[in-house]
């Protein structure tokens, strides 16, 4: 397994490498390393000095006996940064503990796994030596508990360099690790990313991000080997490692065989994806699968000769690291042996475990709290709107909402050293479950109270956690005189709802088809903004992702930086079938924009339509309306032709969209209309005449 290059060949080979073109396949999206550092070398001229002096400093490297006692044990204090959007992002202490308990275990050779290493590893088992400690001191000299939460919709745009912007602490005093929702390098999923020292492209941004999905092993965390390791593995490159199978090659490709990842007893390997067969020989020896530093799925072990390299860079003054660990950084941070940890105030933190669905539902709040570093003796006053029971002094309460609404949610968490209060406005939705059944639904946004109708069966509902919600627009539509338009310039990475009417298709048979028009432009070609669309059958209490249609597809007109209103050419459509829903009492649809910074998405013409017919077909429904006489007098009526008389709504509107009035369940197809509405002031109106699928508009002069 000994690899004999030069050091100068090495580092030569190296630099090289980071300067080339890195192919990022979709089967690296385990780790953004490589992506990211090839972006920040290309970026500066000074990473690619920075790199070199790294790779100067450690290649005369030997380990030696440290000062904090006699054996080689490096305490490192870490601070973790959590960054939410107040949901389950907003992952708890335990979690993050459990994570650095892991890490712990992976960097001392204490982790059970072990005993799993194939015999002819067994023998380079690394303990690294290195403990991590979370920070009890902030860079204030306030109490912590090393944890610190921030409300922000970046923890779902995948942008970890939006995330790394909210909060930093001091990277030349304490080992910072963002945790997010969602992230990306090169528009693709990752699990996490690092940069080697030095080579960040700020001091602020040194440091670990990786999803929660992945961080320690309880809470969010999918809980696999691999989900278990990715903070031992993204450590690793925040310590000086490369890949097992090189710097930049791409994981799994024979390519790998050429590249080096500078260890002289890691084998040359192509590397293994989501896979552990330690039989592997891709390279003329076996490869070390079971190295932190691969992509498989059983992450055990560091070699000796990454515990040299590691120790090299904690020694290293490049990127910070050897202050780290410095004997008067350790009592600075709280994190040196014998130092007492101290109880704080704690921060309120809560999290709904649903924030729509029907009256008459219960829902389980959870407190969240944070910062009090011994978590004891905490109490807790809970105020719930529109609730029953509506407080609560109970840690993890349980409560009903029986009437439609939006509702606030307050709560008071103390301890002994102090208090903490978080209200938010809106934070529960719920609405009626008034289900009619509908061979035909056809929805325009017509009326100038959407999503809210005069007859509640046929009301919508928009929702999104931040301030930009969809919104009713009369500036573009693709049918009728308005549409809804979602802004996904601001707050990006938050989701934005439109939530359907329930329906009822007791007796109603297949095929039962969705349908809306819809208009998107980027901003620029990189926005990934995505639409989703989900079905649920139990009044939103929990959804089923129907389909996922990414920037591409949506785009109806090409990047502008200008604000989008599409012309009418500028629309596109689509028809989703539901046909396993036939007879289903109650089935609800909820379009989603998952904002990733692009430009307008616009929704119109919304349908819900059963039997063997396509959109333009609907339009053949015809039914005739006339006014006679107009301007409008005591005689004037309405005569409406329809063989369905019973299921048209007349309404009347004023120049400005305004409705003035309205009449449903119709019995007569002439309607008187100075009985029908009030006489109004001299102008102009509009009648508007609706089926179910088609909006006749008839403009009138009182």
């Given at each position: 397994?000994?690899?004999m290059?030069?050091?100068?060949?090495?580092?030569?080979?190296?630099?090289?490498?980071?300067?080339?073109?890195?192919n990022?396949?979709?089967?690296?999206?385990?780790?953004?390393?490589?992506?990211?550092m090839?972006?920040?070398?290309?970026?500066?001229?000074?990473k690619k000095?920075?790199?070199?002096?790294?790779l100067?400093?450690?290649?005369?490297?030997?380990?030696?006996?440290q000062?904090?006692?006699?054996?080689?044990?490096?305490i490192?204090?870490?601070v973790?940064?959590i960054?939410?959007?107040?949901?389950?992002?907003n992952?708890?202490d335990?979690?993050?503990?459990?994570?650095?308990?892991?890490?712990n275990e992976?960097?001392?050779?204490?982790?059970a796994?072990?005993?799993s290493?194939?015999?002819a590893?067994?023998?380079?088992?690394?303990d690294?030596?290195i403990e991590f400690?979370?920070?009890?001191?902030?860079?204030?000299g306030?109490?912590?508990?090393?944890?610190?939460?921030?409300?922000?919709?970046?923890?779902?745009?995948?942008?970890?360099?939006?995330?790394?912007?909210?909060?930093?602490?001091?990277?030349?005093?304490?080992?910072?690790?963002w945790?997010?929702?969602?992230?990306?390098a090169?528009?693709?999923?990752?699990?996490?990313?690092?940069?080697?020292?030095?080579?960040?492209?700020?001091?602020?941004k040194?440091?670990?991000?990786m999803?929660?999905?992945?961080?320690?092993?309880?809470?969010?965390?999918?809980?696999?080997?691999l989900?278990?390791?990715?903070?031992?593995?993204?450590?690793?490159?925040?310590?000086?490692?490369?890949?097992?199978?090189?710097?930049y090659?791409?994981a799994?490709?024979?390519s790998?065989?050429?590249?080096?990842?500078?260890?002289?007893?890691?084998?040359?390997?192509?590397?293994?994806?989501?896979?552990?067969?330690?039989s592997?020989?891709?390279?003329?020896?076996?490869?070390?699968?079971?190295?932190?530093?691969?992509?498989?799925l059983?992450?055990?072990?560091?070699?000796?000769?990454?515990?040299?390299?590691?120790?090299?860079?904690v020694?290293?003054n490049?990127g910070?690291r050897?202050?780290?660990?410095?004997?008067?950084?350790?009592?600075?941070?709280?994190?040196?042996?014998?130092?007492?940890?101290?109880?704080?105030?704690?921060?309120?933190?809560f999290?709904?475990?649903?924030?729509?669905?029907?009256?008459?539902d219960?829902?389980?709040?959870?407190?969240?709290?944070?910062?009090?570093s011994?978590?004891t003796?905490?109490?807790?006053?809970?105020?719930?709107?529109?609730a029953?029971?509506?407080?609560?002094t109970?840690?993890?309460?349980v409560?009903?909402?029986?009437?439609p609404g939006?509702?606030?949610v307050?709560?008071?968490?103390?301890?002994?050293?102090?208090?903490?209060?978080?209200?938010?406005?809106?934070y529960?939705e719920?609405?009626t479950?008034?289900?009619?059944t509908?061979?035909?639904?056809?929805?325009?946004?017509?009326?100038?109270?959407?999503?809210?109708?005069?007859?509640s069966?046929r009301?919508?509902?928009?929702s999104?956690?931040g301030?930009?919600?969809?919104?009713?627009?009369?500036?573009?539509?693709?049918d009728?005189?308005?549409s809804?338009?979602?802004?996904?310039?601001t707050?990006?990475?938050?989701?934005?709802s439109?939530i359907?009417?329930?329906f009822?298709?007791?007796?109603?048979?297949?095929p039962?088809?969705y349908?809306?028009?819809?208009?998107?432009?980027?901003?620029?070609?990189s926005?990934?903004?995505l639409?989703?669309?989900?079905?649920s059958?139990?009044?939103?209490?929990?959804?089923?992702?129907k389909?996922?249609?990414?920037?591409?597809?949506l785009?109806?007109?090409?990047?502008?930086?200008?604000n989008?209103?599409?012309?009418?050419?500028?629309?596109?459509g689509?028809?989703?079938?539901?046909?396993?829903?036939a007879?289903?009492?109650?089935?609800?649809?909820?379009?989603?924009?998952?904002?990733?910074?692009?430009?307008?998405?616009?929704?119109?013409?919304?349908?819900?339509?059963h039997g063997?017919?396509?959109?333009?077909?609907?339009?053949?429904?015809?039914?005739?309306?006339k006014?006679?006489p107009?301007?409008?007098?005591e005689?004037s009526?309405?005569?409406?032709?329809s063989?369905?008389?019973?299921?048209?709504?007349?309404t009347?509107?004023?120049?400005?969209?305004?409705?003035?009035?309205?009449?449903?369940n119709l019995?007569?197809?002439?309607?008187?209309?100075?009985?029908a509405?009030p006489?109004?002031?001299k102008?102009?109106?509009?009648?508007?005449?609706?089926n179910?699928v088609?909006?006749?508009?008839?403009?009138?002069l009182?």
């Amino acid at each position: 397994m000994n690899k004999m290059k030069s050091i100068k060949h090495r580092i030569t080979y190296l630099i090289i490498l980071l300067l080339s073109v890195a192919n990022v396949a979709k089967s690296q999206s385990a780790c953004g390393f490589d992506y990211q550092m090839k972006k920040s070398i290309e970026s500066d001229p000074a990473k690619k000095v920075a790199l070199e002096k790294f790779l100067a400093q450690i290649q005369n490297y030997s380990p030696g006996t440290q000062v904090l006692g006699g054996a080689v044990n490096y305490i490192i204090p870490v601070v973790v940064h959590i960054i939410h959007d107040n949901g389950v992002s907003n992952i708890s202490d335990d979690q993050v503990k459990d994570a650095i308990k892991i890490l712990n275990e992976d960097y001392q050779k204490r982790n059970a796994d072990t005993a799993s290493i194939v015999s002819a590893f067994k023998s380079i088992i690394a303990d690294v030596g290195i403990e991590f400690r979370l920070a009890t001191i902030d860079p204030n000299g306030d109490c912590t508990n090393g944890i610190t939460r921030t409300f922000s919709y970046a923890t779902n745009s995948g942008n970890g360099s939006v995330a790394k912007n909210l909060i930093s602490w001091d990277t030349k005093k304490y080992y910072n690790i963002w945790v997010v929702n969602y992230l990306e390098a090169g528009g693709n999923a990752v699990g996490g990313y690092s940069y080697l020292p030095g080579t960040a492209p700020s001091s602020e941004k040194e440091g670990s991000i990786m999803v929660n999905k992945q961080f320690g092993s309880i809470g969010t965390s999918y809980g696999t080997p691999l989900s278990k390791a990715t903070l031992a593995h993204e450590t690793g490159h925040y310590l000086g490692l490369y890949h097992t199978f090189g710097s930049y090659s791409t994981a799994g490709s024979q390519s790998g065989c050429g590249d080096d990842d500078g260890v002289s007893d890691t084998p040359f390997t192509i590397g293994s994806v989501n896979s552990c067969n330690t039989s592997q020989i891709s390279c003329g020896t076996l490869d070390n699968v079971q190295n932190f530093m691969d992509y498989s799925l059983c992450p055990y072990m560091f070699t000796e000769g990454q515990k040299t390299r590691m120790l090299a860079a904690v020694n290293s003054n490049t990127g910070f690291r050897k202050g780290l660990w410095d004997a008067n950084n350790l009592i600075a941070t709280g994190v040196n042996d014998g130092y007492v940890v101290q109880e704080c105030a704690p921060k309120a933190a809560f999290y709904a475990g649903r924030h729509f669905f029907c009256a008459g539902d219960t829902v389980s709040f959870y407190d969240n709290s944070y910062g009090d570093s011994l978590g004891t003796n905490r109490s807790w006053e809970w105020t719930f709107e529109g609730a029953t029971p509506s407080t609560s002094t109970s840690k993890n309460p349980v409560v009903t909402y029986n009437n439609p609404g939006k509702f606030k949610v307050k709560l008071k968490v103390s301890n002994a050293k102090g208090l903490d209060s978080l209200e938010i406005a809106d934070y529960i939705e719920t609405f009626t479950d008034n289900r009619k059944t509908y061979v035909y639904f056809s929805e325009s946004m017509e009326e100038s109270t959407f999503p809210t109708a005069a007859d509640s069966s046929r009301s919508w509902c928009t929702s999104s956690p931040g301030d930009v919600k969809f919104t009713r627009t009369t500036a573009a539509k693709s049918d009728g005189y308005a549409s809804l338009s979602v802004d996904l310039h601001t707050e990006t990475g938050c989701s934005h709802s439109l939530i359907s009417p329930n329906f009822n298709f007791t007796g109603v048979s297949a095929p039962i088809n969705y349908s809306f028009d819809f208009a998107y432009a980027q901003e620029n070609a990189s926005n990934t903004d995505l639409l989703k669309v989900y079905f649920s059958i139990d009044c939103g209490q929990s959804w089923s992702l129907k389909t996922t249609k990414n920037a591409t597809y949506l785009k109806t007109k090409e990047p502008t930086t200008s604000n989008f209103i599409p012309a009418s050419s500028e629309w596109n459509g689509m028809v989703l079938n539901f046909d396993a829903f036939a007879g289903q009492p109650n089935f609800r649809v909820k379009t989603v924009i998952e904002a990733k910074g692009g430009n307008k998405l616009y929704l119109d013409n919304i349908k819900i339509f059963h039997g063997n017919v396509g959109i333009s077909d609907l339009k053949n429904q015809n039914f005739t309306a006339k006014v006679f006489p107009n301007p409008i007098d005591e005689s004037s009526v309405l005569v409406i032709e329809s063989d369905n008389i019973e299921n048209l709504s007349v309404t009347l509107h004023d120049v400005l969209g305004r409705k003035l009035g309205a009449l449903n369940n119709l019995q007569s197809n002439t309607i008187a209309l100075n009985e029908a509405f009030p006489p109004q002031e001299k102008g102009l109106y509009f009648l508007k005449i609706f089926n179910g699928v088609e909006i006749k508009t008839i403009s009138i002069l009182f």
